[in-house]
Nanobody, 128 residues
């Protein structure tokens, strides 16, 4: 079975940084799409960033461009989300997800409906 284990969440002040990790087991992510999603209380889940582990194509939600960096380490089968200049509106539960690989000319989907496997979630809280 596929298992995704997240870590790195916590509470920080505005302007601070966090690094989330998502360790995969029971599969290889080398030919998959992987992504980070978040959900704040009372709001719908949104795609934050996605990456094709095979091609390296990356998507960022507009509000995190220039502040967040998604990456994948194939040797460790682990995905990361480096979050800098955090804002209170970044607060939410962050989820790691994995899905079918995208074609080399495509960016991985930002819709959670396209992903098969999900981590347990890690809470990120940014205070003002």
């Amino acid at each position: 079975q596929v298992q995704l284990v997240e870590s790195g969440g916590g509470s920080v002040q505005a302007g601070g940084s966090l690094r989330l990790s998502c360790a995969g087991s029971g599969f290889s992510s080398s030919n998959r799409c992987m992504g980070w999603f978040r959900q704040a209380p009372g709001k719908e889940r949104e795609g934050v960033a996605t990456i094709s582990a095979r091609t390296g194509r990356i998507y960022y939600e507009d509000s995190v461009k220039g502040r967040f960096t998604i990456s994948h380490d194939s040797a460790k089968n682990t995905m990361y989300l480096e979050m800098n200049s955090l804002k209170p509106e970044d607060t939410g539960m962050y989820y790691c997800a994995a899905g079918p690989g995208a074609a080399f000319w495509q960016t991985c989907s930002s819709s959670g409906d396209e992903y098969n496997y999900w981590g347990q979630g890690t809470q990120v809280t940014v205070s003002s």
